[in-house]
């Protein structure tokens, strides 16, 4: 009889343990997708807006059940799927789907990458020209393998027309994503020790052409440049963020003092005229380092492009600037549209990032835009980009606020946490080091753009010991340290934000912050504390510590995820450091 037990138990614990399986540890004939990405969030549907189910990591593999739009559907275990981001994936070559012998299609862009396999990290063998006509000869996921001028790779389905469709190439569009940076370096490389060939600003619309690690290659001026990823949101609406990208014009702005603009591109040319550091002149055309220029009046000349930095700029059409105050932006998917200028107030709609609104006016930290139904609501003005002069952000009315008693000032930004150290995991898997780096990011463009020497202890995932991070404050004789982390504990039910000091006279500071925090999240104030922490207690310098919500708490959690929250406690932090300099 206890034979039979002993037996009947092991079967059990083999067959649990075959349930349990992970999906990337099977070898199913279909479709696979393969991690792209450190850490890689699964969702529970198919857009940024949705919960965390699950994080995955770099070279696992999952089962592909379904796919809509840019989101494919995995199967993380045998009880569990979830949704995750296509253009953070790889397909790999379980489950090609073969093509019929006689399907074939353009090419829809200049300079499209024929690989090697189907994936942005795969060996680039060839370069298609636009209106190139390709055989299909498979499929898989997003991808096409095709034969191109003898050659047989693979290039992106976003890329091609095919053949039978009605819908002319040139209305094909590539990924497309909004700027969330006040300003973002475009390099030549996916590598922050590139070459910057321009600059893109808040609220900028780009098309992604690839993705390579944690970086976007993007059309810009006439050519391709790379962008941080870190700093876009990818828009839902491609084919509206294209025709908004149509209306962007490529300027070129002086980098010198004073620049000869000359009748030909040549250092021998003529001199027509002059320009001064700042100005902001429409590109017309570029020949090998010269730019050609539009002046005043319409008359044309040539600069050294290398005294130059590219960036782009919006046009407006003459009916919307009838029709309207300005346009707003929406920079993040999932944004709330309210129906009065509040946190608390009702939700009208949820937009994503790239869509655009008519404004009517502005409402302290809000924004009042015309919906397409005639009627308006009320978007946040910390979370948009506009043109309108006084809108939140641009005037004494603005979020964050705008004093000068911050400029010159030195802060050092500690995200808490990184590499070998998680910090705590929240609820449903979040990673404290990923959040604080995310915060302090964010809290470095605000405060970089206020005119603040902004130093960071770490700006990637890795491990900073806390002697370190006390030291960078010491070396630099910080103005302020603001130490950058949130919470955990085992009862879920607990919540809140909490500010820390240990010397008495960083008092003041985490009361300046923890005030300006309170009125800008939704979250219980906890209030200011004194708290036995390294990076505050060996600090001889103006310091605090944030712990801005509880991780551990399942609906704390979801909003700490979203870029809303990030927003709106950066710029907090942001408010605090500036009342505290007053």
């Known amino acids: 009889m206890a034979r039979k ?13 075959s349930f349990f399986t992970n999906a990337h540890d099977s070898h199913a004939g279909g479709p696979q997708a393969k991690v792209g990405v450190d850490s890689l969030n699964v969702r529970q549907g198919p857009g940024l807006t949705y919960s965390v189910v699950a994080q995955i990591h770099k070279g696992e593999t999952y089962e592909i059940t379904d796919q809509q739009k840019d989101w494919v559907q995995i199967k993380v275990s045998a009880f569990t799927k979830g949704w995750v981001a296509s253009w953070l994936v790889t397909a790999t070559d379980n489950g090609y789907t073969a093509s019929s012998s006689d399907s074939s299609g353009v090419i829809t862009v200049d300079g499209l990458r024929l690989r090697s396999g189907p994936g942005t990290d795969e060996k680039v063998i060839d370069i298609l020209s636009k209106n190139e006509k390709v055989s299909i000869l498979a499929s898989s996921s997003n991808w096409y393998k095709v034969n191109a001028n003898g050659q047989t790779g693979w290039i992106s389905s976003e890329f091609i027309s095919l053949a039978g ?15 969330t940076a006040t300003s973002l370096n475009a390099r030549s490389n996916p590598d922050l020790g590139s070459k910057i060939v321009g600059s893109l600003k808040k609220g900028d619309r780009v098309q992604i052409l690839s993705t ?15 962008i941080s990823s870190k700093y876009v949101e990818y828009s839902d609406s491609p084919a509206q963020a294209s025709t908004s990208s149509a209306n962007q014009t490529m300027m070129a702005v002086v980098k010198v003092d004073n620049l000869n603009v000359r009748e030909q591109p040549s250092l021998n ?33 040539w600069v050294a492009g290398w005294f130059m930095e590219k960036s782009m700029s919006a046009t407006s059409k003459g009916d919307d600037a009838a029709s309207s105050k300005g346009t707003a932006v929406i920079l993040y998917n999932g ?20 869509d655009s609104f008519r404004i009517k006016g502005v409402s302290g930290d809000w924004v009042e835009i015309y919906l397409s139904n005639g009627g308006t609501a009320f978007v946040a003005g910390w979370i948009i980009s506009t043109d309108l002069k006084n809108a939140p952000g641009k005037s004494g ?16 930004i500690d995200p808490g946490h990184g590499g070998r150290d998680n910090g705590t995991t929240g609820n449903k898997g979040t990673l404290e080091k990923n959040m604080t780096l995310k915060t302090a990011q964010l809290l470095y463009d605000k405060l970089s753009n206020a005119g603040a020497k902004v130093i960071m202890t770490r700006n990637d995932d890795r491990y900073i010991s806390l002697q370190s991070r006390v030291a960078v404050a010491q070396y630099e004789d910080a103005d302020a340290f603001i130490s950058i982390h949130y919470d955990s504990i085992p009862d879920r039910s607990v919540n ?26 939704s979250l219980r104030d906890r209030g200011v504390r004194f708290g036995d922490y390294h990076v505050i207690r060996e600090n001889h310098q103006p310091s605090t510590l ?23 406690a950066s710029t907090g932090i942001y408010n605090g450091l500036m009342d505290y300099f007053k």
């Open 269 to 301: 040319g003529n001199i027509v005229g002059s320009v001064k550091s700042g100005d902001s002149l429409k590109l017309i055309e570029e020949k090998n380092d010269w730019m050609k220029i539009e002046l005043s009046q319409g008359r044309m000349g």
């Open 546 to 568: 944030l712990e801005l919500g509880y991780l551990s708490n399942p609906a704390e959690e979801a909003s700490i995820l979203s870029n809303q929250y990030q927003q709106i």
């Open 212 to 226: 390579k690690n944690d970086w976007d290659e993007i059309e810009f001026g006439g050519d391709t440049a790379w």
């Open 496 to 521: 809140g934000h909490t500010t820390y000091y240990y010397h008495s006279f960083q008092k003041d500071l985490a009361q300046s912050v923890n005030q300006a925090v309170s009125k800008k999240i």
């Open 335 to 354: 944004t709330n549209i309210r129906t009065q200028p509040s946190v608390q107030s009702g939700i009208a709609l949820r937009a994503n990032a790239g």
């Open 165 to 179: 469709k009605t819908e002319a190439a040139s209305t094909a569009s590539s990924k497309s994503a909004i700027i």
């Open 397 to 412: 009315n603005e979020s964050p606020q705008s004093h000068g008693s911050i400029a010159g000032k030195t802060i050092v």
């Open 5 to 17: 037990l002993l037996q009947a138990a092991i079967v059990a614990i083999m067959l649990t343990a």
